[in-house]
């Protein structure tokens, strides 16, 4: 059974940094590629960063040069580092990951950008 479980989210203020992790089991981690969502009050779920098996990485415009997203393959752990962070960066994040063409989301961790 898959299971992505997200941590890390919290209030921090205009310009601050979190650490999101995504601590994985049910998958060969190293062999699957990654992503983060969020979702704000409102909104569609939107994609915010992709990872591949190899590493390789992709950003949404919004949060280019802000965000990095990487991987520990010995602990099938995701992470997300925000940086600079904005208030309309306010939004639940959910990493997700897909396997034999099904849909695996995480439960989601809170992050509150605000003064």
């Known amino acids: 059974q898959v299971h992505l479980v997200a941590s890390g989210g919290g209030l921090v203020q205009p310009g601050g940094s979190l650490r999101l992790s995504c601590i994985t089991s049910?998958?060969?981690?190293?062999?699957?590629?990654m992503d983060w969502y969020r979702q704000a009050p409102g909104n569609e779920r939107e994609w915010v960063a992709s990872i591949s098996s190899s590493g390789g990485t992709n950003y949404a415009d919004s949060v280019k040069g802000r965000f990095t997203i990487s991987r520990n393959n010995a602990r099938s752990t995701l992470l997300l580092d925000m940086s600079s962070l904005k208030p309309e960066d306010t939004a639940v994040y959910y990493c997700h990951t897909i396997r034999q063409e099904n849909h695996f989301w995480g439960r989601g961790t809170q992050v509150t950008v605000s003064p």
């Open positions: 049910g998958i060969n981690f190293k062999l699957h590629p």
